[in-house]
Antibody, heavy 115, light 107 residues
Framework: QVQLQESGPGLVKPSETLSLSCTVS????????WSWIRQPPGKGLEWIGF???????NYNPSLKSRVTMSVDTSKNQFSLKLTSVTAADTAVYYC?????????WGQGTLVTVSS | EVVMTQSPATLSVSPGERATLSCRAS??????LAWYQQKPGQAPRLLMF???TRATGIPARFSGSGSGTEFTLTISSLQSEDFAFYSC?????????FGQGTKVEIK
C-alpha cells in the first residue's frame, strides 16, 4: 500500500522560504510523477506543480517564479521549496502520487506564514 | 486558467437518499474531469476520472457523467461514510484547477 507523508516546519516567517519533504513508502519514486497541491483555509485546492523521478518539472504559472521541486531517489523522497512567502501562502500542503489526477495523497501538513 | 464552479456549496441529504453534485467549467475540458472526496484529517481520495470512470476500489454507488462544461457526480444511496467534502478538477488545460467544493452533510 502506497503511503505519502509530508514533513517540514509548520510555521514560516513572511519573506522566508517554505521547505517541505514528502517521503514515499510502498512504491518506488523512480516511477510516476509526484505532485504538490495546497489548500488555503476555507478555499479550494490549488495545484502547485509536479516532478518526475528524473527531475523534470512543471509548475503552476502563478507560482512558477517562487517554486522549486526536487527529488531524492536514494531516500525515496521529493521536496518543495517556495520562496518569499506571504500570509497568502498559508495552507495545508499535500504531496501526491501522479499527475494530473493523483491517485494517492498524503494527509497534508498545515503551514502558517506569520511573524 | 479554467475556472471550475461547484454547486451547491452544501448539500443536506438523509442516509439512503440520492445525492447529486454539479460542477461547471468556464470553458470546455472535454472529459478530462476528476472528482475527489475529502474527510477531515484524512488524505483526499480520487473517486472518478475521465468524468465517468471510477477509480480503483470506489463503490458502484458513485457515478459520474458529463462532458464539455457540465458535469455531475451522483451518489445513488448515501452511506454514513459518504458524508464528506467533494471537489471536482479539470486536467484538460495547464494548470489543473479545482472547484471550491461541495460539502455533503447529514440531513
Amino acid at each position: 500500500q502506497v503511503q505519502l507523508q509530508e514533513s517540514g516546519p509548520g510555521l514560516v516567517k513572511p519573506s522566508e522560504t517554505l521547505s517541505l519533504s514528502c517521503t514515499v513508502s510502498g512504491a518506488s519514486i523512480s516511477s510516476y510523477y509526484w505532485s504538490w497541491i495546497r489548500q488555503p483555509p476555507g478555499k479550494g485546492l490549488e495545484w502547485i506543480g509536479f516532478i518526475s523521478y528524473s527531475g523534470s518539472t512543471n509548475y503552476n504559472p502563478s507560482l512558477k517564479s517562487r517554486v522549486t521541486m526536487s527529488v531524492d531517489t536514494s531516500k525515496n523522497q521529493f521536496s518543495l521549496k517556495l520562496t518569499s512567502v506571504t500570509a497568502a501562502d498559508t495552507a495545508v500542503y499535500y504531496c501526491a502520487r501522479g499527475s494530473p489526477k493523483p491517485d494517492n495523497w498524503g494527509q497534508g501538513t498545515l503551514v502558517t506564514v506569520s511573524s | 486558467e479554467v475556472v471550475m464552479t461547484q454547486s451547491p456549496a452544501t448539500l443536506s441529504v438523509s442516509p439512503g437518499e440520492r445525492a447529486t453534485l454539479s460542477c461547471r467549467a468556464s470553458q470546455s475540458v472535454s472529459s478530462n474531469l476528476a472528482w475527489y472526496q475529502q474527510k477531515p484529517g484524512q488524505a483526499p481520495r480520487l473517486l472518478m476520472f475521465g468524468a465517468s470512470t471510477r477509480a480503483t476500489g470506489i463503490p458502484a454507488r458513485f457515478s459520474g457523467s458529463g462532458s464539455g462544461t457540465e458535469f455531475t457526480l451522483t451518489i445513488s444511496s448515501l452511506q454514513s461514510e459518504d458524508f464528506a467534502f467533494y471537489s471536482c478538477q479539470q486536467y484538460n488545460n495547464w494548470p489543473p484547477t479545482f472547484g471550491q467544493g461541495t460539502k455533503v452533510e447529514i440531513k
